[in-house]
């Protein structure tokens, strides 16, 4: 494949209702993406970089300022490439696996779609539909927090995730396990949000049967989480920390987690998300696939990946209109608490013209 040229699209979406987490509250989706054209066809990819560097060092001003100057620019120099070639083509580059990992994803879809192949059959799907779980913002009241997860649980989601910071944990886990009983698949997330000294209350949640506690400690912070999984029941999973592979064999090696929340952006691609699967089926470590607030592209793309044989937890890949009122995308529909892997040729899904030109704010194009 040789790229003719790399279109860079602005979108904001606006979401049905404020998320809020530990490191700040969302109303507004600001979503870089990648148009990548060749001779033969175009491929999208989706970067999950936030507005401000709030989850990663990375956001989406920078995200753009990477790809426009030097991502780009070596993947246009290099002529033809395939997708398993742009990793190694951009390793000079240190960091901005998200924007990597957006580029990659462009490449593999065009790529795909020539050979008529679909993302999940590429990266080795067993299955035609994969369960679904939703990830719950905090709330300004635990009334409030009921509502909304009774209607998450009504339209048939299987998994409820609560986020969760210091001073809203114990009380609305309660709440929710009060009112809809044990059998319900309940986790929390903590996005970094707590230290070791909060041990004694983190172990405050052990007699609740969560299925897990994510990312509780500071991203680098390893030991601190091999020692805090020694002290509390509930199991520990890791999500910032885990940005490649090798990360992921460490923790698992330290003990500092018994499940892992596997982001392809975080990890700089569907390619190495793969990769950090197999390594983590290779030590018995179940894996889920994470959410970034994704429009339609990425939504496809995270579908393919959890439909993998060792995702055997539930996933944050929610329906469409869990965040939008419009996707750019034909919607994905809940069903029986599960959503359809795209069978299509590459993403299996593309942007609808009239719907994406809604959100766009501005375009960029690199090339001839």
């Not at 790229?3 to 509250?25: D, H, K, N």
């Not at 779609?113 to 679904?132: E, I, K, M, N, Y």
């Not at 319900?184 to 969560?210: H, I, K």
């Amino acid at each position: 494949m040789k790229p003719s040229g790399v279109e860079l699209l602005r979108v904001q979406m606006p979401l049905v209702a404020p998320f809020r987490t530990s490191f700040g509250t969302q109303n507004v989706r600001e979503l870089l993406l990648v148009r990548v054209v060749t001779p033969n066809g175009e491929g999208w990819g989706e970067c999950v970089t936030m507005g401000g560097p709030l989850y990663s060092s990375e956001y989406v001003d920078g995200a753009e300022h990477v790809l426009r100057n030097f991502l780009v620019p070596a993947l246009m120099e290099a002529g033809e490439v395939t997708a398993s070639q742009v990793a190694p083509l951009l390793a000079r580059f240190k960091g901005h696996r998200m924007a990597k990992a957006a580029l990659e994803m462009a490449v593999l879809d065009v790529e795909l779609r020539a050979h008529d192949l679909s993302f999940a059959a590429a990266l080795g799907s067993t299955r035609d539909s994969v369960p679904c779980g939703v990830s719950v913002g905090i709330m300004d009241s635990v009334p409030q927090l009921l509502d909304v997860v009774g209607g998450y649980l009504d339209a048939g989601y299987v998994r409820i995730k609560l986020k969760i910071e210091p001073g809203w944990d114990v009380e609305p886990v309660r709440a929710v396990r009060e009112r809809f009983g044990d059998d319900v698949l309940l986790q929390v997330d903590a996005n970094t949000a707590y230290t070791l000294s909060d041990v004694s209350q983190l172990a405050r949640l052990d007699p609740f049967e969560l299925l897990l506690i994510e990312q509780p400690l500071d991203e680098e912070d390893l030991l601190g989480h091999a020692e805090l999984a020694r002290r509390i029941r509930t199991p520990v999973c890791l999500d910032e920390s885990i940005v490649s592979a090798r990360s992921a064999a460490d923790a698992i090696t330290l003990g500092a987690c018994r499940i892992v929340n596997i982001k392809p952006g975080r990890v700089g691609g569907y390619l190495e998300a793969r990769r950090v699967h197999d390594v983590c089926a290779a030590h018995g470590i179940p894996v889920w696939c994470g959410g970034m607030i994704e429009t339609g592209l990425g939504r496809a793309a995270n579908v393919a990946l959890a439909s993998l044989p060792g995702f055997t937890l539930p996933g944050d890949t929610s329906a469409s209109d869990r965040f939008y009122r419009t996707d750019i995308t034909e919607p994905f529909v809940l069903k029986d608490g599960h959503l359809p892997v795209p069978q299509g040729p590459g993403l299996g899904v593309t942007p609808i013209p009239d719907l994406l030109a809604e959100v766009t704010t501005s375009t960029v194009w690199l090339g001839s």
